[in-house]
């Protein structure tokens, strides 16, 4: 509230978390960028333009500094394997529309992103206290892990937690928490299966 005082509500729709919002949108990025170049017809094209700009507007308005990096990054590396001409494309769009001019003209929009690792900002101390104990965690369950879900995460994590963050549903960090909840046999063969669909 200190410091995001101009925040005054983040988008949430039935996720109950915006950061989770904004992960379920980045997934839908590259569906929503095609669309319209794959409509023929004029009303489908613009039909595919709004959609495109609502979803843009929709992440833009969960003020989830994570999920903007993730989107750009997505959307800059699927650009680049579909083709040349679209990234240009996306690139003019993104600098002359009245959207990416209000992006880029927006303070509060540069406040909230350069936040990212301040200290001061609670969420992400908040975060980086909650990792340190899934650090000490992990150092007790490396080879077995403490058991899958969020229970059982709750149930180890309060003796490991530091003051003040005594409760916490998950280590907010996909490769902590697989780490954490299955030992390094199962961070493997996450990273395993990733890159054999990269693959």
Not at 93 to 107: C, E, F, K
Not at 157 to 178: D, R, W
Request: with cysteine; proline share 3%; aromatic share 16%.
């Amino acid at each position: 509230p200190v410091m995001f005082s101009d925040i005054t509500g983040r988008v949430v729709s039935t996720f109950e978390n915006p950061n989770v919002l904004g992960e379920f949108l980045i997934t839908l990025l590259p569906l929503f960028i095609l669309l319209p170049v794959l409509s023929r017809k004029v009303w489908k094209k613009n039909g595919s333009f709004l959609l495109l700009a609502v979803a843009f507007a929709c992440l833009y308005f969960t003020w989830s500094r994570g999920a903007w990096i993730c989107a750009v990054f997505s959307i800059v590396l699927f650009a680049m394997l579909s083709s040349k001409k679209l990234f240009s494309a996306m690139v003019w769009v993104l600098l002359l529309t009245p959207i990416g001019v209000s992006l880029i003209s927006s303070t509060e929009f540069w406040h909230r992103l350069t936040s990212i690792g301040n200290l001061a900002d609670s969420s992400t101390s908040y975060r980086v206290f909650i990792w340190r104990a899934v650090f000490n965690m992990i150092s007790d369950f490396f080879g077995s892990g403490i058991g899958i879900g969020g229970e059982a995460f709750s149930k180890v994590y309060i003796g490991y937690s530091f003051a003040g963050i005594e409760t916490a549903p998950h280590s907010h960090s996909l490769y902590l928490q697989l780490l954490v909840e299955g030992g390094i046999l199962h961070l493997l063969f996450f990273c395993a299966t990733v890159f054999f669909v990269l693959q």
